[in-house]
């Protein structure tokens, strides 16, 4: 998974970024990218932020990708840049203390 | 006919663009759409008449038009639309359905949209919004319905839950919708895996009921007081319930959350995200048997009408 390493104060504000830019064009909070903590490795303790070419490209109306407003260039900037995107194993973000088993035991 | 002013052609349903094709009225919205498909290169085929139309259905495809330059609604796709909600309303489910968004406009904002509330959930992480489908990337990517179901009305004896999907492929669980509080314990969810089973989790584990052999079809949980049944639906086999129970467990509580391509939970329990394109999803109070197996047909006939996906 590719993007960015924050800590939980900054995951917050970006989320809230996000919400804001949409409801300042008068439009419902119906994207935004989440954060994840980060159970292992490195960055244990941190949040992860998605922002791949993938995610930066996902159509939210037909015309309009999150890469195509403003708010989310200077958000990324402030980030670091394009380029201050990590990857981050996927496995790190599974808290190893969550049950493995797939269902839950049947009663009654 | 020919707009003067713009140098193009519409219709007269209603005011359609069609650009460079000619517009040639025939038939019904079907039969236009089958002709499209053969001549639709510089010919428009549109409807000879319209359809029924229902106030929810046109408060709908307006709302879903409202999201953005290039979000259109094909007058076959508004037919179907319209159609599903007049069929929901003659099984007497409409008012059971809680949330039940409609994700094949290749879009978040207009995928985002409930058909029954117009609530608006929030697409989070990785999803991709495909033509007739969404997917998640099965480690981020989910939809929040943003609603808490028992402010909805919906308790542990009396939920339904329900979608349409390719089945999940984790050999440790997808959900496809879901959410659970306080492991093995209170659990509102419809989990989809190859090969294994589809469960259905109404009230608590006791409302855990399974089938196996997936395929892209329809699966619907409802839980009415004491007895839970699992329904499927798919070209192959047309619809079954597949699964009943009769639960004698006095925990009967439903989780405060609840989202789509993954459980939503808490206490780090796991959230099973789903991999597989998912068509359609929803939940709400509990359906008697004759309702789901109605929902299922509609279901299938919205989608398939609406998109090129076909259940097998």
């Known amino acids: 998974m590719i993007g960015f390493v924050v800590t939980g104060q900054t995951a917050a504000y970006v989320l809230d970024a996000i919400r804001l830019a949409q409801e300042s064009r008068n439009v419902p909070h119906y994207w935004t990218i989440g954060s994840y903590p980060i159970y292992q490795g490195e960055h244990t303790g941190k949040f992860f932020l998605p922002a791949s070419d993938e995610v930066l490209a996902t159509k939210l109306t037909k015309n309009l990708t999150p890469i195509d407003l403003p708010e989310a260039m200077q958000l990324i900037t402030a980030l670091g ?28 | 006919m020919w707009d003067k002013l713009e140098n193009q ?26 002709l499209n498909h053969i001549l639709g290169k510089d010919l428009y085929f549109y409807a000879e008449s319209g359809c029924p139309t229902d106030p929810d259905g046109l408060a709908y495809i307006a709302a879903i ?30 008012n059971l359905i809680s949330r039940m968004p409609f994700p094949i406009w290749g879009a978040a904002a207009p995928n985002a949209i409930c058909m029954k509330s117009l609530a608006v ?17 099965g480690v981020t990517g989910h939809y929040k319905f943003n609603v ?30 879901g959410g659970e509080q306080s492991f093995a314990f209170i659990n509102f969810t419809l989990y989809r895996r190859l090969s294994i089973n589809t469960t259905a989790y109404l009230g608590n584990q006791a409302g855990s ?31 079954a319930i597949v699964a009943t129970r009769i639960s004698t467990s006095t925990n009967t509580a439903i989780p405060p959350f609840i989202s789509a391509l993954r459980r939503e939970e808490q206490l780090g329990l796991g959230a099973r995200y789903f991999t597989q394109q998912a068509n359609l999803y929803g939940f709400g109070l509990g359906f008697t048997d004759q309702q789901m197996q109605d929902l299922s047909l509609h279901a299938k006939v919205l989608l398939e009408t609406c998109t090129g996906v076909v259940l097998t």
Do not use: M
Request: with cysteine.
């Open chain 2, 65 to 94: 038009e409202a999201t953005g330059l290039g979000t259109v609604v094909t007058p076959v796709q508004k037919c179907a639309i319209h159609q599903f909600y007049i069929s929901a309303k003659a099984s007497g489910y409409y």
């Open chain 2, 148 to 177: 808490n179901p028992q402010t909805l009305g919906l308790t542990g004896t009396n939920s339904s839950i329900w979608g349409i999907s390719q089945p999940g492929l984790n050999a440790f669980g997808e959900c496809l919708i």
């Open chain 1, 81 to 108: 840049g394009l380029d201050a995107r990590l990857y981050v194993d996927p496995v790190s973000l599974i808290d190893p203390l969550a049950p493995a088993e797939d269902t839950a035991p049947v009663e009654g």
């Open chain 2, 121 to 137: 959930g929030t697409f989070t992480g990785g999803v991709t919004h495909g033509p007739g489908y969404v997917q998640g990337d």
């Open chain 2, 9 to 34: 052609y519409v219709t007269n349903y209603p005011g359609e663009v069609v650009g460079t094709r000619v517009p040639i009225k025939y038939g019904t919205a079907q039969q236009a759409s089958v």
């Open chain 2, 209 to 239: 009921v399974a089938t196996a052999t997936h395929q892209h079809d329809f699966f619907g949980g409802t839980r009415v007081g004491t007895r839970i049944t699992l329904h499927r639906r798919n070209n192959t086999n047309g619809h």
